[in-house]
């Protein structure tokens, strides 16, 4: 088990909370302690920054041959997505026919299941995203 | 950059890649090593360092310090000869073949020995995935579902849609690989594939198929180097290390500038054209990274082969091929060679040496004076590309 | 002030089974099954949703709605029979995705299907404690659930996943609960021994001395006290463990088939669980207007009653509604799925190392 290195990141996991260099208003996820433009200036300078979950595919792909932990979700869409405020992030898209995905379309962030260390052991939650439609906000 | 002392490769070995039910992972070590040393014709006890590539000893079979344990099998404990384990995911082979470089251009040693293995095939194959997976970043990437197929995967949809890459292209790769592997009696399959067969075979991560993919294999290769005026003297057909560059990015590639290509094979490339002082179009033989074809698409592109955008109606106009402009992967590449993790970077430098020498059989290439290989660590955090030169 | 609803969110999952899909594995004729209980599909959540995303969801689409500071939540309480820990709190993970953590108090309810109105009426007394003993702005009721029925069961026509928060305060309240009463007894009609996957019920049992005699008791109780008639209200909303109960019972209570519409969806979701007439009262907070009143009585087996008299005030003239998905949004957005996809979905099916 390996309950601490999952707990420790588990509100950027959550909220999909990066972070923000204070001087160059760069945003970062996940987070990050230096900026890589401003470098030793951003010490002690990097905020918290929460991004909002909107966002759209850059790139996807349907996972037929998964990682042990989703072998029970197989297959699933896995994708990059360029958040609205800058950044890029990796997820899965969930609640479609994986046959719809396209580059461009417009996810938004949801909250669920990623994978749980067995039977007995902890869960982890964290965001994967969906298309955008009707009833989204 | 410019080495203080040169280096000249003057022996190699390798297993036949594959699985190897029957041996070990220290018994595949000691046999690509001792064939290394007698193809050398050196002595054991002139050697002065080991380095030794693995990725993952410590998840494929619950051991680490793997250096110690390779060093023993060899017989070279006796005189306590420095042996370090490198580590770069499935760069470690070209990591470590870089590190015995440095070792005898600072002086340290003049006689290095370094080997490139890995044992994938006593654990399945869904847990091998998951271990090579760690190549990626376990945080941000395979927890939220990636492997490494899968995010080349990524890569190639993306490489599809900017620059009008085909399926049938990225197939072809494979079916090109497939064919010169079948002219390498050491790689893992012998067998040529048709572009149909690649086409229809089962999905692993969209748009790549199963034989988009490289296998899980065993196998070990190694190397010995030496200084190059005492290469010259210890044999009749050194082959000449002209240039050493590495590179790296983010392990994950959301944190990367783009998806369509590696930064890190520009930049290592970069810096090995520069020590060696050639231009891509002076290669004529190379040895990239296909652990999926997307891969070599974009390796082709990125050590300046081919535009960008070109990798792909290049391989299907056969400039890649053993006959083409440039032959790519004569070895059978990762994916027909196999592809033990931290021994490809070393048969990489070993399909060169073999090439550059004049020796590569039914796959050789005419009179080749430059050879490259290229190794990227999971999804291109880590790029090595090294440039031989026949003298 | 009395206080109430400030702000409500509500999460169904994606995917649906017909009743004539679960029949047709079981050698039933599943339209006549679905017809006698009154459902059309019942949601599926996804295999990687479980009471605690749903709950999360829920209470982010509440948050969504209003411009209130999670920290100012005191108390996040989570109504379900489906926890996806049998010792861990599902309202810390909530507490934690949504912001409120740290200076609040959090704890799991369980009372079957009454669960999360249950949390409703903590809620209540904790906002109006006196401020000096435990001071809060807000407590959050949640009630979220996956349920599940035993394969080829009965309750497998049924049972569904879904969600409903509510924020609970005094400032800008959209709908006042001016009364709220309970009805307990010890009454075993439903139940889940602890370590076993699917609950159990007394079947028929469940109904007349069950179901409703606590539910009319308890809309009863509320309208003796509160000195009201059914004609009273503009709304009616009872627990919906299928489609015909809430008829039948607001049939025999004097309520008009119109009056309890907007918070019948079980028809269309299955029964939500711990969510369901929570469920049902947001349908019907989604198309009411200013001095509009609400009778909402919910049922957990076991058993007992929560009854509610909830009057709508001007405040949910501003209410930024269409900042979240309404439940009838929600509703039509379902994917159906064949009895095999949902095994899959419901991990019915054993995997490797398992």
């Known amino acids: 088990m390996a309950v601490a290195r999952y707990w420790r990141q588990q509100e950027q996991r959550y909220s999909l909370a990066g972070s923000k260099c204070a001087i160059c208003n760069g945003s970062f996820f996940p987070k990050r302690t230096i900026c890589p433009t401003c470098h030793r200036r951003s010490i002690g300078k990097m905020e918290k920054f929460l991004f909002s979950g909107k966002g759209k595919v850059v790139t996807y792909t349907i996972v037929h041959d998964p990682i042990i932990s989703y072998a029970d979700q197989s297959p699933y869409v896995l994708a990059v997505i360029a958040l609205e405020e800058g950044d890029l992030v990796l997820g899965q898209i969930v609640d479609c026919d994986p046959r719809i995905v396209d580059i461009d379309l417009d996810v938004e962030m949801v909250f669920r299941r990623l994978s749980a260390e067995g039977a007995s052991g902890t869960i982890q939650y964290g965001f994967k995203f969906r298309l955008m439609d009707v009833g989204s906000s | 950059m410019t080495l203080s002392r040169e280096v000249a490769v003057i022996g190699i070995g390798q297993t036949k890649f594959g699985e190897i039910w029957h041996k070990s992972f220290r018994e595949i070590g000691i046999e690509a090593g001792l064939r290394a040393i007698q193809d050398a014709g050196i002595e054991s006890s002139k050697v002065d360092s080991i380095y030794i590539g693995n990725m993952s000893a410590g998840l494929f079979l619950d051991q680490e310090h793997v250096a110690s344990m390779i060093a023993e099998e060899v017989g070279l404990t006796k005189d306590s000869v420095p042996a370090t384990r490198v580590e770069a995911a499935d760069a470690s082979g070209g990591l470590a073949f870089r590190q015995a470089i440095l070792d005898i251009s600072s002086g340290m040693s003049d006689i290095v020995v370094v080997g490139g293995a890995e044992k994938m095939s006593d654990v399945t194959s869904q847990i091998a995935t998951y271990f090579t997976a760690a190549g990626a970043d376990q945080s941000w990437e395979s927890l939220f579902g990636a492997t490494i197929p899968s995010l080349y995967a990524l890569m190639a949809r993306k490489h599809m849609h900017d620059f009008g890459t085909t399926r049938e292209q990225l197939g072809l790769v494979s079916v090109k690989n497939h064919r010169n592997g079948s002219l390498n009696p050491d790689a893992q399959f012998q067998k040529e594939i048709t572009l149909e067969q690649v086409l229809k075979a089962g999905p692993v991560s969209t748009p790549l198929g199963v034989f988009d993919c490289a296998p899980i294999s065993d196998g070990a290769a190694a190397i010995v180097l030496a200084e190059l005026d005492l290469a010259r003297e210890l044999c009749t057909n050194p082959i000449k290390v002209s240039g050493t560059g590495q590179g790296s990015d983010s392990l994950s590639i959301a944190n990367r500038t783009e998806l369509t290509g590696l930064k890190a094979t520009r930049a290592a490339s970069k810096r090995a054209y520069e020590m060696a002082g050639i231009n891509p179009s002076e290669i004529s033989v190379a040895e990239v990274h296909d652990s999926c074809t997307i891969g070599e698409i974009m390796a082709i592109e990125d050590l300046g082969f081919f535009e960008k955008g070109d990798g792909g109606p290049a391989t299907e106009r056969g400039d890649t091929s053993l006959e083409g402009i440039i032959s790519i992967n004569t070895s059978g590449g990762l994916k027909a060679r196999g592809h033990p993790l931290g021994a490809t970077g070393i048969a990489q430098i070993n399909e060169i040496v073999l090439q550059l020498r004049g020796m590569a059989g039914k796959r050789q290439v005419k009179d080749p004076l430059y050879g490259l290989a290229q190794n990227v660590g999971g999804t291109g955090g880590t790029v090595i590309v090294h440039i031989l030169e026949a003298i | ?354």
């Open chain 3, 1 to 354: 002030m009395k206080a109430g609803i400030v702000s409500y969110g509500i999460y169904i999952p994606r995917y649906r089974i017909t009743p004539a899909s679960i029949g047709a594995v079981w050698g039933q004729d599943g339209n006549s099954m679905g017809k006698a209980l009154g459902i059309e599909s019942k949601s599926v959540p996804a295999p990687d949703e479980d009471a605690a995303t749903i709950a999360v969801e829920s209470a982010r689409r509440m948050l969504r709605r209003v411009r209130v500071d999670p920290s100012r939540i005191g108390a996040i309480f989570v109504g379900s029979e489906s926890h996806p820990y049998a010792v861990k709190p599902t309202a810390t993970i909530v507490g934690e995705a949504i912001g409120a953590t740290p200076v609040m108090t959090a704890a799991d309810f369980e009372f079957a299907c009454k669960a999360g109105t249950a949390a409703i009426q903590a809620c209540l007394g904790l906002v109006h404690m006196d401020d000096n003993v435990m001071p809060m702005d807000y407590a959050l009721a949640i009630g979220s659930d996956t349920s599940q029925g035993a394969p080829g069961n009965a309750l497998e026509y049924s049972a569904s996943a879904g969600g409903v928060s509510f924020l609970i305060g005094k400032d800008d309240v959209i709908a006042k609960i001016d009364h709220s009463i309970s009805i307990t007894t010890d009454t075993p009609d439903f139940w889940r021994r602890e370590g076993m996957k699917y609950p159990s019920h007394a079947e028929r049992f469940t109904g007349v001395p069950a179901y409703f005699k606590h539910v009319e008791m308890c809309a009863s109780k509320v309208m003796e006290n509160m000195g009201t008639k059914p004609g009273d209200y503009d709304y009616a909303v009872f627990h919906q463990p299928n489609g015909k109960f809430p008829v039948n019972v607001a049939r025999k209570l004097g309520f008009t088939s119109e009056k309890i519409a907007p918070g019948l969806w079980t028809p269309r979701i299955g029964n939500t669980y711990s969510a369901s007439m929570m469920m049902g009262l947001a349908g019907i907070l989604d198309v009411a207007k200013p001095n509009d009143l609400i009778l909402g009585v919910s049922y957990g087996s076991g058993a007992g009653s929560d009854g509610f008299h909830i009057e709508i005030t001007d405040a949910i003239e501003d209410f930024n509604r269409s900042a979240s998905p309404l439940v009838a949004d929600e509703a039509g957005l379902g994917m159906d799925i064949d009895y095999a996809t949902y095994l899959k979905f419901r991990k019915k099916i054993k995997m490797e190392g398992e």
